[in-house]
């Protein structure tokens, strides 16, 4: 199988990408505590 | 070689998260620097973070569509058996709460021999790899 070209990302569209994730996310992210992931698996 | 820890990423996106600054410079290594590497452990708990926290179904694809542009499949490590099975060699000796995917990232390091993993979380030189951030 050939490897996939991944192109390259410029520090502008690293800023666009990255401000539409957080867009995305939202504040849902705000009361995180480390390891919670883990804890809703038990 | 280092491995990208789920702290980093979390805090990447949080910019109101006193480690976002360094967090977000890490990330921004990852698609031009060969010596940085995500494990799959590292994205799997990423997304249950989200999927926990209320992210539904549409976004969390949104997330990942984008994030696979900021962190490339060659700079993913994968989640084989091998890992797994020095997860479970690991989880002997990890006896915190919530420390499952700890021992898959830290064994997803030692594995492809990683020097340090990038966290703030200190538990990781209990697992064998110096830490860094």
Known sequence: MQAKQEPKITKKEFEKLSAEIRELVGNKLKSHKDGDAELSLE | ?133
Do not use: C
Not at chain 2, 76 to 104: C, H, I, N, Q
Not at chain 2, 106 to 112: I, K, Q, V
Not at chain 2, 116 to 133: E, M, Q, S, V, Y
């Open chain 2, 1 to 133: 070689m280092q491995i990208v820890d789920t702290v980093v990423l979390l805090a990447f996106l949080d910019d109101n998260d006193p480690r976002f600054e360094k967090a977000n410079a890490h990330v921004q290594t990852i698609s031009f620097r060969q010596d940085i590497l995500v494990p799959s452990a590292t994205m799997l708990e990423l997304d249950l973070e989200l999927k926990t926290h209320g992210v539904d179904d549409t976004a969390r694809a949104g997330i990942h569509e984008r994030l696979a542009r900021l962190i490339p499949s060659s700079r993913v490590l994968p989640l084989t058996s091998e890992v797994l099975g020095r997860a479970a060699e690991l989880s002997k000796t990890a006896k915190w709460r919530g420390s499952y995917f700890d021992t898959m990232i830290a064994a997803t390091g030692l594995e492809y021999k990683a020097d340090a993993a990038i966290t703030t979380d200190r538990k990781f030189a209990n697992l064998g790899l110096k830490i860094t951030f």
